[in-house]
């Protein structure tokens, strides 16, 4: 799904009245009646008080027009206009009338603290006050309002966007942001929604559609790419009947040291689990019983050392090379790193110590192949490229990074974001029990599994991340999160992959709309 920034939609917004010929109210009304839908089917007439607080732009023209179609319903509703400026939106204003057509409770005028309403913990509040025109930090009593929401106990639904929070800016002030319990949003998500910074203020959403132009939403550039199961299926590579071994290539896994041998299986089993072919680790003498007990599937060559990585040679063509998993930063090893990178033509993933060699050795950054993968989580990231004084920045520095080495960077987190030159993709799967050692190496050995199987860099990046993630979501789901083990997220691989074409089942109102 495409991410659009708030200067797009408005240009959609546009386009759509002018293509559609309707006027900028007929949309509201829409982006409005969707709303109503979702709260009307959750809430089948309950009596619960809906509080609105509408701004006075177009996201308060959407709270009116809510308004109007729950009191309508026989709801029990109460509206505040909050009275950040006596400026009105024409939208605004025209449903400010239409509001008055089906009630003798007129919207409540709010002009400051002595406005703030009782609230109690039962109430719904719907939090229509500023949307994606939001241009300045909130202050004074407004941010005093947005406090005190978040005081209550009560739901709190955001209309767009939650309030105080930017579509596609940086956040000033992480005290004047309404911390909604669900965001029901138009058409794209917005990418504040999965930045670090940001992303729990939203901690639920649902998209809903309001009938863009379907031209513009096809044929622009978004800002970032979600990718979920509908996504995800697509990448999928069906195997062929007379396919064999070979045709899924010969992963070669790089890691381990002396007490960090598990990187070494956790990556190696991965790398087969997710379909490799064959695969071949390359391990310090002290891994080589290690490995061929815990996976017998294996090849094995061994450096001369016993404990750590000196001299990385193999006798066969690679389809695909991840190092770097435990194999920590000894100098000789610095060395062969430096020596395997001249294999210009060989995908590589470059992960943990293989990264923080680099960090320690940016002059080594230019010699990296092509479309080498780097799996960075923050801290490895910060390392790499510096430190940042936001997320925006952070995405700025690393597409400039990718542009100018070439590479893709995956920037591990909660919501994982792959970027490629100036492209964002942000990965839906994964869960905090996958905070857990030797989830990354796991993740390596997916993503070199996927290059050694003929995906090309970005697909297997964003393929992999998916995967990953989905295989941890289904341990988690099976163990809870606090349980979950790299093993687990490796055993459910399979479990991931034949999820990939199992349709959801439909909820009841989804079936009754069918
Ligand atoms: N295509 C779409 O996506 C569609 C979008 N729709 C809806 O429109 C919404 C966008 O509406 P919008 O452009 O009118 O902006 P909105 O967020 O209501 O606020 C702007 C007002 O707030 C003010 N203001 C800003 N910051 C402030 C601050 N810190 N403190 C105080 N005041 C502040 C600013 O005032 P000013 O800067 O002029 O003083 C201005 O008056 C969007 O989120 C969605 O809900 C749908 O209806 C239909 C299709
Ligand atoms: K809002």
């Known amino acids: 799904m495409k991410i659009f920034s708030a200067e797009q939609l408005y240009e959609a917004d546009k386009i759509t ?109 719907v939090d229509a006050i500023f949307g994606i025109g939001l241009n300045r930090c909130p202050g004074g009593w407004v941010k005093k309002l947005i406090q005190y929401l978040n005081e209550s106990k009560a739901f709190k639904l955001a209309i767009d966007i939650p309030s105080g929070l930017y579509s596609n800016l940086p956040l000033e002030d992480t005290e004047a942001v309404l911390k909604a319990n669900h965001t029901l949003t138009f058409q794209t998500p917005k990418l504040s929604f999965f930045l670090p910074e940001t992303a729990s203020f939203v901690s639920n959403f649902d998209v809903l559609e309001i009938g863009l132009d379907i031209e513009f939403l096809q044929t622009t550039e978004p800002i970032g790419q979600l990718i979920s199961k509908l996504e995800a299926q697509r990448f999928y590579k069906p195997r062929e009947k007379f396919d064999h071994k070979g045709t899924y290539g010969h992963t070669l896994i790089v890691s381990g040291s002396y007490g960090k041998m598990g990187a070494a299986v956790l990556s190696t089993t991965s790398a087969y689990r997710i379909g490799a072919g064959m695969v071949t680790a390359f391990v310090p003498k002290c891994g080589y019983a290690i490995i061929q007990t815990t996976i017998p599937e294996a090849m094995v060559i061994t450096d001369k050392e016993d404990d750590y990585l000196s ?118 799967t994964g869960n905090p029990g996958m905070g857990t050692a030797g989830s990354g190496d796991a993740l390596s050995g997916v993503i070199t599994g996927l290059l050694s199987q003929g995906y090309d860099a970005l697909l297997a990046s964003v393929f992999g991340v998916y995967l990953h993630g989905r295989a941890g979501d289904i341990a988690a789901g099976q163990l809870g999160y606090e349980a979950v083990m790299a093993g687990d997220v490796i055993d459910n691989l399979s479990e991931a992959y034949l999820d990939l074409f199992v349709r959801e089942e439909l909820s009841s109102e989804e079936s009754a709309e069918k």
């Open 311 to 428: 001299n990385i040679s193999f006798d066969f063509e690679p389809s695909a090379i991840g190092i770097g998993m435990g194999i920590g930063k000894n100098d000789t090893t610095v060395a062969a790193f430096k020596k395997i990178l001249q294999n210009k033509d060989i995908p590589f993933v470059i992960d943990a110590d293989a990264l923080n060699i680099l960090s320690e050795n940016k002059a080594m950054l230019k010699l990296l192949p092509k479309n080498s993968i780097l799996t960075p989580h923050p801290g490895e990231l910060k390392r790499l490229i510096g430190e940042w004084k936001n997320d925006y920045e952070k995405l700025e520095k690393t597409k400039k990074f990718s542009e100018k080495y070439e590479v893709v960077v995956i920037i591990k987190g909660a919501y994982t974001i792959t970027v490629y030159g100036d492209k964002l993709y942000i990965n839906t």
């Open 17 to 125: 009245i002018e293509k559609q010929q309707i006027t900028s109210e007929a949309l509201m009304e829409r982006a409005g009646t969707q709303i109503f839908n979702w709260l009307h089917q959750r809430l089948n007439g309950t009596p619960v008080p809906i509080r609105i607080f509408c701004g006075i732009g177009n996201n308060g023209g959407d709270g009116l027009v809510v308004g109007r179609m729950l009191i309508e319903h026989g709801y029990n509703v109460i509206v505040y206009v909050v009275n950040c400026s006596d400026k009105r939106s024409k939208n605004f204003l025209i449903n400010y009338d239409k509001i008055k057509n089906v009630t003798k409770k007129w919207p409540l005028l709010m002009k400051g603290e002595s406005d703030f309403p009782e609230i109690n913990p039962e109430d719904i509040i």
